[in-house]
């Protein structure tokens, strides 16, 4: 049974959706990237990429991760920010730190095509 | 074998085959996503027939009262109709009934009803005969004042002095034909539970559809405490909405009002910042509702203050209204 199921599935979503997206926009470091985003939207790649994270089915590739993120200039703190509220919101769901640990792992995969690096 | 209609095209699919699939087959795709629903990207307007619960796991109820449905976790079950959820594309006739000024430049139209709708939801009107050729083929969209109950459909539109659709409804005589599109619109009544809190924020004639969640709610009887803010540059921009006092009257309802600018009846509103208002008012809004309408910066802005005051995602309602 992968994390995701564990979880709760794609309905458990919505709740980490809800968790996370308010983490990032109540912090002074990065919400400004989320200024004039459409919030429906938003809220829907930050639940694709949880899905991916936790193991659970989705089609996220690094090409659409680098497209997504080009231009805007990402540094590590910014990096470091996101993979913050997404610890803590885990943790919120009750998520223990050893598999913490191991989706964080999962989202560091990714930095290079975010920082476009 | 099941009959499949999408967007008009109509062609054989085996049970249990999926929806996304065969679309795609056919070029008829609306959009791939994540393909393992969740993240909406190819959500299609089922009209017809037997929906599968995974296909809308995870939709917010105003969705599903769409028939919205995840293409990509849809096996067919049986005969389906579905098509694009674009903004509906049909025109419907209608007529002009009555015509009367409410206050200063807000105009109460009135105009037979060819469909019904929810309360909250808007319509596109468009101009027909008399109409100048610069408003040929342009459609306008007006919130609805009525009840879906009542007999007729009812709009208070704001008449600019160089605006042309609402200059042309403004002296429509009646009788005269219009075509109407809808209905449209998120902010229609959907409390998870008769005593949720709801929030009803509104600017200008945003009201309207406001007026209406509010009275849908007492209709069905919620009990929770229905707080209605209304907002306004000037206090011109305030205007008295017909059957609001049936709704100030209710005792879980709270009305306010607050405008930008101090003016001469300075003593029936509040002066101030509408944002500020709101969030005095709610500072924990974690497991509460809120609908919202008017301009899109106001829109997206209190959008985003509600959710940081602790509203979910899918408890938040909101329609833009550009300025005509």
């Known amino acids: 049974m992968s994390l995701f199921e564990r979880i709760g599935g794609a309905p458990a979503m919505d709740a980490a959706v809800n968790i996370f997206y308010r983490k990032v926009l109540a912090d002074e470091r990065i919400s400004h990237f989320f200024e004039t985003v459409d919030m429906e939207r938003q809220a829907a790649k930050q639940k694709a990429f949880l899905t991916m994270v936790l193991g659970g089915p989705n089609h996220y590739s690094g090409l659409d991760m680098r497209k997504a993120h080009a231009g805007m200039n990402l540094s590590q703190v910014h990096f470091d920010a996101v993979l913050e509220h997404l610890a803590a919101t885990l943790s919120q769901l009750g998520v223990v730190a050893e598999d913490i640990a191991q989706i964080a792992a999962v989202a560091e995969s990714v930095k290079a095509d975010v920082l476009n690096q | ?324």
């Open chain 2, 1 to 324: 074998m099941a009959q499949v209609e999408f967007n008009r095209q109509i062609f054989e699919l085996e049970e249990g085959a999926n929806l996304l699939s065969a679309l795609e087959e056919r070029g008829l795709n609306p959009h791939r996503g994540c393909g393992a629903g969740v993240c909406q990207g190819c959500l299609v307007q089922v009209l017809e027939g037997t929906i599968p619960p995974r296909a809308q796991e995870g939709l917010s109820s105003q969705q599903t009262a769409q028939g919205l449905v995840m293409a990509c976790m849809c096996s067919v079950a049986g005969p389906l109709r579905a098509q694009t959820p674009s903004q509906p594309s049909v025109r419907y006739a209608s007529e002009v009934l009555r015509q009367r000024w409410l206050k200063g430049d807000i105009l109460q139209l009135c105009v037979s009803k060819p469909f019904d709708y929810q309360p909250g939801q808007f319509v596109r009107i468009f101009a027909t005969e008399g109409a100048g050729a610069e408003l040929h083929g342009v459609g306008r969209c007006y919130s609805l004042a009525s009840l879906p109950q009542e007999a007729h459909l009812e709009f208070h539109i704001r008449v600019l002095p160089n605006g042309q659709m609402s200059q042309y409804l403004a002296h429509i005589p009646l009788g005269s034909p219009l075509l109407l599109q809808g209905p449209m619109g998120r902010c229609f009544y959907q409390a998870r539970s008769l005593a949720q809190p709801l929030l009803l924020a509104a600017i200008g004639t945003g009201m309207a559809p406001m007026l209406g969640v509010a009275r849908a709610a007492l209709k069905a009887g919620h009990t929770g405490p229905i707080y209605c803010v209304m907002g306004a540059k000037e206090e011109t921009g305030l205007y008295p909405l017909p059957g609001l006092h049936q709704i100030a009257a209710a005792p879980n309802v709270r009305i306010f009002y607050i405008v930008q600018q101090a003016g001469l009846y300075s003593d029936t509103y509040e002066v101030g910042d509408i944002y500020r208002k709101i969030h005095a008012l709610l500072p924990d809004m974690r497991g509460q509702q809120a609908y919202i309408c008017g301009a899109p910066s106001f829109v997206q802005k209190l959008k985003k203050q509600c959710f940081l005051a602790g509203a979910n995602l899918t408890d938040i309602f909101a329609d833009a209204f550009l300025p005509s």
